[in-house]
């Protein structure tokens, strides 16, 4: 089945440092990438739809400066938290639109910054 | 957007005991789905269900699209069970495929 690869799982940073975290489409292409965050015992929060080639969507309240996304090919999308504060430590996850009906996860990345 | 409420927010139960959660959204929708969240954070698809109902194993899900509510059932349940139950909609017209999240049902089974 497709399955979408995201590193680091875990990464603790200082503050004022960046973090890059990568996912990729092992046996598919992946037009399409959704990131999101999640604080604990709280759902999944969109915070941008990344299409390859093109800039990344960012949904309201996202800061497009503190959270870079590129998708710059059709198997890798990055998100790089810029300048990470405390307040950014989250699990960040990304997906992929397999197919109608077919979404598959990344298994997530828990950042703590301290 | 579409809006997910999902009940009940927590779900204790003993194993082998059976449990329904319910997933109510607020407009037609083109695609319905359940996920899983384990422990680890991992999310797996549960169904793919924009109407009538679907079976796998001890699951099964009916989604009503008319009546604008989907329902997951778990039977006999297992400790392996536990976790965190999503349900995520799909937007009539959508072509990006954004999903909608419900707050999801915490699930934990006891031995």
């Known amino acids: 089945g497709a399955v979408v690869s995201q590193h680091p799982s875990w990464v603790i940073c200082k503050s004022g440092t960046s973090v890059k975290i990568e996912c990729r489409s092992l046996?598919?292409?992946?037009?399409?990438m959704f990131w999101y965050r999640q604080f604990p015992k709280q759902s999944l929060m969109l915070m941008a739809t990344?299409?390859?080639?093109?800039?990344?969507?960012?949904e309201q309240g996202v800061e497009k400066d503190k959270f870079l996304i590129n998708h710059a090919s059709l198997t890798l999308s990055t998100l790089t938290v810029t300048s990470a504060h405390p307040e950014d430590s989250s699990f960040y996850i990304c997906s992929a639109r397999v197919r109608p009906g077919g979404y598959t996860f990344g298994s997530g990345t828990r950042l703590t910054v301290v | 957007g579409i809006q997910v409420e999902q009940s009940p927010p927590d779900l204790i139960l003993q194993e082998g005991a059976n449990s329904t959660l319910r997933c109510n959204f607020s407009d037609s929708v083109n695609n319905l789905q359940w996920f899983h969240q384990n422990p680890w954070g991992q999310l797996i698809n549960l169904f793919y269900?924009?109407?009538g109902t679907k079976q796998n194993g001890r699951l099964s899900a009916t989604t009503v699209a008319t009546e604008r509510y989907s329902l997951l059932y778990i039977s006999s349940s297992q400790t392996t069970d536990s976790g965190v139950y999503f349900c995520a909609a799909l937007a009539m017209g959508s072509t990006l495929g954004r999903l909608y999240f419900g707050r999801g049902t915490q699930l934990t089974v006891w031995p």
């Open positions: 046996d598919f292409q992946a037009t399409t």
């Open positions: 990344s299409n390859e080639g093109s800039k990344a969507t960012y």
């Open positions: 269900i924009p109407s």
